[in-house]
């Protein structure tokens, strides 16, 4: 009977993917439309079928990842006078992953800071983002912290190169771009213009706010090998203090990481460029 768990819970999986409702999203209108709310809770399991030899040492159970994450959006309408509107967004999540609480031998291959940053969200990591929107006729200009998509593709980043990316829970082609993006303090300006082409014109300036790209953490499903290591024979632990290193070496807050960019984009003979 201990043979048959795994094909039981693979065929039980398959079928509530099969059976179950498309996924649902949540939205409320409040305040007589004036404040709008949508959100979801979102759960996720990934069960590894083999585990190397070399790893079973941080693994105690064939559940690697287990993810309960919640999202909640809302837009407050602040203002509207003639060709002005100034709306009010802001974004949270909250996320716990129980795969250590369910693990023991995963839970002790973490460092102790990296364990507890794994688990939940830290520092402003609730607020997804959080800005006022500007909007005079044809002018746009958000300021506060933002997830920007700019010209992606399914697992490429071309353009889209302005938020830094979170990978320690899942990766391009597996999570959405926003799911993965961690939001920066920004302004964002845009004009719609009527020139040929509609051509569209926006800027960015982030003024002084860094993150650092987040790696997946030593002893989960994809992070760092210690047995197929590209810098030879490795202590366990060395990806965990590498990492660690440089968050505290990272600029920070800090007024000369100032970065700006700036898009062009138009239709011509129905191409979007």
Known sequence: MRGLRLPIVIVTLILCLFTSSEKSQAYISLLDGNLEVNGFFKEQMFIRTNIPDEEKFLHKSNVDFWRSNFLIEGLYKLKKDGDLTVNLFGGFKYYYEKSP????????????????????????????????????GPMQLKVGKQIVVWGETNLKQTA???????LRYGSPGTEAWEDI??????????????????????????????????????????????????????????????????????PGWNTSNWEAAFKVRGYTWNVDW
């Not at 023991?104 to 939940?120: I, Q």
């Not at 830290?122 to 500007?134: A, H, N, Q, R, S």
């Not at 509609?198 to 650092?212: G, Q, R, T």
């Open 101 to 136: 609480a369910v693990d023991s031998e995963k839970k002790a291959g973490m460092h102790r800071p990296t364990y507890h940053e794994y688990l939940r969200p830290y520092d402003d990591d609730l607020i997804t983002e959080l800005y006022v929107d500007f909007q005079y």
């Open 160 to 166: 889209d190169i302005i938020n830094p990316l979170d």
């Open 181 to 250: 993006k961690l939001g920066l303090w920004m302004i964002r300006g845009n004009y719609q213009t009527e020139l040929p082409g509609d051509l569209n014109f926006e800027f960015i300036f982030i003024p002084c706010d860094f993150e650092a790209t987040r790696l997946p953490v030593e002893s989960t499903y994809q992070g760092y090998n210690i047995y197929e290591s590209r810098i030879g024979d490795a202590d366990f632990g060395i990806a965990s203090w590498s990492f660690e290193k440089a968050r505290r070496d990272q």
